[in-house]
């Protein structure tokens, strides 16, 4: 039998295909992927036809692996996705900058984009630039003096209805949603050695962008600060 953290299933939706893939977590190899070309427009798109799929892939997924399928990650192509960008200033009093100056600004940003757009849940927090004393940096400047830091983050969203759809679909099966990507943004990451979309997203939960604020559970290892950040803030 598979050791059950051995390997991760991936969920590729779009408006014009499904993927199914398991991959080994470790090397990265595809165990098992199998794909259905949709004709419709994403508009005539059902979720019959996703628990369709589903229900014709994942007992041969769990025969190969001899073991049950518990968690999925979703990476989802859509325009359902919804961008909110906000910006936040900090008086850092001439002190070093270093991450534990962004806790409470990065934590004001998630709580201002939860409250006033509740009806969407975050899937990515990226910070797109670090303004320190007037000048901008790609990545955060460690152990650097300043008198003040601003951040601009961009915070990808999803409607927590269609998440919904996707949780019930998953529940027939006795499957949870480990975590949603968003296809265009893992998409960027994509490179010679690691050129398919499900290896390059489970280095991208992993931690392969440093501007990303990681929105995971407690139970995910190798934890980077901003992972730890959101596990205590949550």
């Known amino acids: 039998m598979s050791n059950e953290h051995s390997f991760e299933t991936y969920l590729f939706i779009s408006q014009k295909k499904f993927i199914i893939c398991v991959i080994n977590n470790i090397s990265l190899e595809t165990i098992y992927s199998e794909q259905i070309l949709l004709e419709d427009s994403y508009n005539d798109f059902t979720f019959k036809r996703l628990n369709e799929f589903i229900e014709n892939n994942i007992f041969k997924i769990e025969k190969i692996l001899n073991n049950f399928v518990k968690n999925v990650y979703i990476i989802l192509d859509s325009k359902e ?60 400047p460690l152990n650097k003096k300043c008198n003040f830091f601003s951040l601009d983050v961009n915070f990808i969203c ?58 995971v559970g407690k139970t995910f290892k190798n934890k980077g600060f901003f992972e730890k950040f959101f596990d205590f803030f949550s």
């Open 81 to 140: 996705f919804f961008s909110v960008k906000l910006s936040i200033k900090k008086n850092n009093n001439g002190n070093h900058l270093d991450s534990n100056s962004l806790i409470h600004p990065l934590n004001d940003l998630k709580n201002s984009c939860q409250t006033n757009f509740n009806e969407k849940k975050i899937i990515h927090m990226l910070i797109e630039n670090y303004l320190v004393d007037n000048k901008s940096y790609s990545s955060l």
């Open 158 to 215: 999803l409607s927590k209805n269609f998440i919904d759809d996707l949780e019930k679909i998953l529940k027939k099966y006795h499957i949870l949603i480990s975590q949603i990507l968003y296809a265009d943004y893992v998409e960027n990451f994509i490179d010679q050695n690691h050129q398919t979309i499900f290896s390059t997203a489970s280095r991208i939960k992993s931690g392969l962008n440093e501007n990303e604020v990681l929105l």
